[in-house]
């Protein structure tokens, strides 16, 4: 069960590491349009920061998650174990607030949290048993 905790928390870091992409290297394009939205050409100049900024907490978000999955695939149980919850249940706690403080984006919310939830459920009884 740790394994598939462990594959879980690596491929939540993966889907992070796309969003960091969208959000810091490529808002405004076509693509991340596709995926939050249409904005004019002065919404992408106005959320342009913000959206680096979120991309970033994203990526470090991945980098905790991955890093503790490689380090629990190691046997390195108990920094791995750490660094993996740490990660994916932060990703799990903003999908949490994203869900509960915005029914718009109740689909991205889903989407940002299945991943990270199977994770954590994975580990805990994994490391449990």
Request: charged share 5%.
């Amino acid at each position: 069960m740790v394994i598939l905790g462990s594959v879980l928390a690596l491929a939540a870091a993966a889907l992070h590491v796309l969003i960091f992409a969208l959000e810091s290297l490529l808002w405004g394009t076509p693509r991340a349009q596709a995926v939050f939205g249409e904005q004019s050409p002065q919404e992408v100049t106005a959320t342009r920061a913000m959206a680096f900024n979120q991309g970033f907490y994203n990526l470090l978000l991945a980098v905790l998650a991955a890093l503790g999955a490689v380090l629990l695939l190691a046997g390195t149980t108990a920094v791995g174990a750490s660094l993996a919850l740490a990660g994916t249940g932060s990703m799990l706690a903003a999908a949490l607030v994203l869900l509960l403080s915005s029914p718009a984006h109740r689909a991205a919310a889903t989407k940002q949290g299945t991943l990270p939830l199977l994770a954590v459920l994975a580990l805990v009884v994994g490391l449990a048993l």
